[in-house]
C-alpha cells in the first residue's frame, strides 16, 4: 500500500477548487504499523481531464498511473500535511513508516489540529530526524505519554527549522513518562542553547542512546517531579552536572532509580547532591564496569555522615571495580534498608570500621 487518503482532480481544474482539506472529527485512536512505502497520509493525483480518455486508457495506462503516484508522493515529506486534521485524536501509534518527518513544520493553521493527542508512540521509523517541528510543541500541550524507540537517524525531540529562531524554552507541560530506546544518534532534546521544561513528568527510561547526555548544564533539562529513573546503556561518565544549581530540587520527588551498563559511569551522585534524594526507596545498579564509587569525592570538605532515610532495596550486581560507597572517612546510614543485595563486586568492602551500614 502507497497511500492512505488520495484525492484525484483533473489536470485542467483549477487550484481553488482542489480539497481545502480532510478533517476526521471523530477520529480518536490512529495506529500505522508496517507501512514502509507511505511517505504521506494524504497525497493529490492528477487525472486525464476528460472521462472518456480515462475510460479508454483505464488499462493500458495502469503501469504509468502507479509510477504517477509514486513519483507524486515522493514529493510529499511530511507525513501529516496541512490537508489532514485530527481534532480529536488522542492516541498515536506510528511504526516502520518511511518518513523524514511526521509534521509539516511550515503550517501555522495546525496548531490546534493534534490539541487532543495525549500518547505518542514511534518506533522503527528509520529516516526520521526529529520528532516535533520547534515551532509546534505548544500544540501538543495534552501530550501525557511520549515514547519514541529504534530510530537510528532520530538525533533530536525537537528540531530546529531552517530560518526559525529558537525558542529559549520548550515546555512539555503535562508529560507524565517519556521513553526513549534505542536511538544511537540522539544527543540532546533540541540543538542549541535552551532549556528544555518537563514539570509533570514522573517517569524516565532511556535505553541504548549511546550519545544522549541528559542532566548536564548544557541543554538544561528540567524535571522537577521525576518519581522513576531507569538508565541502560548510555554512553556517560557521570549522570547529575553538579555545577547546576537549579537542579537543587529537580530529584526530591524520586522514589526509584535503576541503572545498569554505563560502561564509562564513574560514580552515581555528586556528594553535593546526595541530600535531594531524600525520597529515594529503590537503588539498583548493575554492570557498569568503571564505577568505583556511589558517592563522588568534591572538595576539599567530606560529609561526615552519608544518610538514605526512606532507601528499603539496594541491588548491587556486576560492579567489578566498585570498591566504597565514598571514597572519604564517613558513616553511612540506610535506617529503612530492608533488602541488600551484592553480586559479583568482588572488590566493595561494606563491613569497615568507617562504614554504619
Known sequence: MKQIFVAEREDNVNNNEVIERVEFCQLCYLTLKNLPRIASFYSEVKTPSTLPMRQ??????LQSNDNNLEDELDTFTPLFNRKVVFPHLETLELEAINAEMIWDNQLPTMS???????????????KLNYVFPSSMVKSFEQLQHLEIGSCKELKEIVGKEEGAEAAATFLFSRVEVLKLSYLPKLTTFCPGIHTSSWPKLKRLEVFGCQNLHIFTSEYKVVFPNLEDVRLHAINSQM???????????CYQNLTHLVIGSIGKLKYIFPSSMVKNFKQLRY?????????????AKEGAEALPTVIFPRVESLILENLEELRTFYPRMHISEWPNLKKLEASSCDKLQMSTLEYKV
Open 56 to 61: 479508454k486508457e483505464s488499462t493500458t495506462n
Open 112 to 126: 490546534s489540529c493534534y490539541q487532543s493527542l495525549t500518547c505518542l508512540i514511534i518506533s522503527k521509523m528509520e
Open 239 to 249: 549522570i547529575w552536572d553538579s555545577q547546576l544549581p537549579i537542579m537543587s530540587d
Open 283 to 295: 537503588f539498583s545498579i548493575n554492570s557498569c564496569k568503571e564505577l568505583k564509587e556511589i558517592i
